[in-house]
């Protein structure tokens, strides 16, 4: 081997290692790397919308099924399941779902060290198809709550600060019926 190709071959070691930082981490896949998912409605400030929630099965594909009723009666208007995240690395770019459902706008709320109030949250939409799709969502995407002591949030978060992060309906009145199969930093 002479010298160039040896220069060639460890400069694309370099590169191959470096581009691995940024490379997609799985947050939960549903087999090796897996969060613990709560669920829970706007039943907990007082609205009426119900949440079912559960693991699935189909083809040989595992995934996360939420569905049930939103309503914005009595102020509520959000059903969701969250996870407590850590992450440990700003050289993400953003979030990355698999997903399929009705048809509906679903969205991604994150939240933060500086969220402390629960109607503080960054937010992101998507919408579904009867098809499974993977969904990139940048983290520029993610917008601040509007509302009540949204003006001490910073405008844009740091990647590390993150906490949990939610599958969310809300909104309006309508019947939610989402699968996750895969949630990925990318």
């Known amino acids: 081997m002479n010298l160039t190709t040896l220069f060639k071959t460890l400069l694309g070691i370099i590169i191959l290692n470096l581009s691995s930082n940024v490379m997609a981490q799985a947050i939960d896949n549903l087999d090796n790397q897996r969060v613990k998912w709560i669920p829970f409605s706007d039943q907990v400030m ?39 995240v850590e992450i440990e690395d700003k050289d993400y ?46 983290f520029s995407s993610f917008k601040k709550s509007d509302g009540r002591f949204s003006r001490f949030l910073p405008k844009e978060f740091d990647i590390e600060s993150i906490k949990s992060i939610g599958i969310v309906a809300y909104g309006k009145d309508f019947y939610a019926d989402i699968d996750v199969a895969g949630l990925e930093l990318y």
Do not use: C
């Not at 569905?67 to 102020?75: I, K, L, M, R, W």
């Open 46 to 84: 007082g609205g009426v919308s119900e949440v079912n929630f559960l693991e699935k099965e189909e083809d040989g594909l595992s995934f996360y099924h939420m569905e049930g009723n939103v309503s914005t009666e009595n102020n509520g208007g959000f059903i969701q399941f969250r996870a407590e």
């Open 93 to 138: 770019k953003g979030l990355k779902i698999k997903t399929r459902g009705n048809g509906e706008e679903y969205y991604l709320f994150i939240r933060t060290t500086k969220t402390r109030l629960p109607w503080l949250y960054y937010g992101s939409s998507f919408n579904t198809t009867e098809k499974w799709q993977w969904i990139e969502l940048p």
